[in-house]
């Protein structure tokens, strides 16, 4: 995985591509400080709003989104120590919370549909999708994470009609 850099005379900032929660989503990581500002790309994990966790906005399938987070592990993942998200607070730590995602959408790759949970927020509030790969317990953990999700698989988004994920109402309308 490429990166752009961007040097602000005694900060470097890295560009990292990110495709998932838009085509054109990228996270933004400060090497010298292990900051990562992944604004709605890994998604968030505030608990007032349960599983307004990482939306697939723009039709990628999980497999793919999981794929892209594995790019960006493999490039980065070892020099991010905080992460900012789009939605939250409060920085997190990385490790953990990357972590924590890479495993809710791992179970839900490897074990299919049986691994997914009805989201709390109903399909029009979540953009259509009425469900989540999630891992860790929002009302208890401060580290936890969700993806909701329009296609479980690469294989779905190219049948014709698409196969949708269980709970996803393809006529509520996507608006960016």
Not at 27 to 32: A, F, G, M, S, T
Not at 52 to 67: D, K, M, T
Request: with cysteine.
């Amino acid at each position: 995985m490429g990166s752009l850099h961007f040097d602000l005379g005694g900060t470097v900032l890295q560009i990292y591509a990110t495709p998932g929660h838009t085509p054109g989503s990228v996270v933004i990581l400060d090497e010298n400080t292990g900051d990562l500002f992944a604004s709605d790309s890994f998604g968030s994990n505030r608990r007032e709003i349960p599983d307004s966790a990482w939306l697939q906005l723009s039709g990628y399938s999980l497999e793919s989104c999981l794929r892209s987070l594995e790019a960006f592990l493999d490039a980065a993942g070892n020099k991010c120590k905080r992460i900012f998200t789009g939605h939250n607070a409060e920085m997190m730590d990385a490790q953990q919370y990357l972590s924590t995602l890479r495993k809710a959408m791992h179970n839900a790759v490897d074990n299919g549909a049986a691994c997914l949970f009805p989201s709390l927020r109903s399909a029009a509030e979540s953009f259509g999708s009425g469900s989540i790969a999630v891992e860790g317990d929002w009302r208890h953990d401060p580290i936890w994470a969700a993806a909701n999700l329009q296609f479980l698989y690469d294989t779905d988004t190219q049948q014709d009609p698409p196969r949708y994920a269980p709970g996803f109402d393809p006529t509520i309308k996507t608006v960016l």
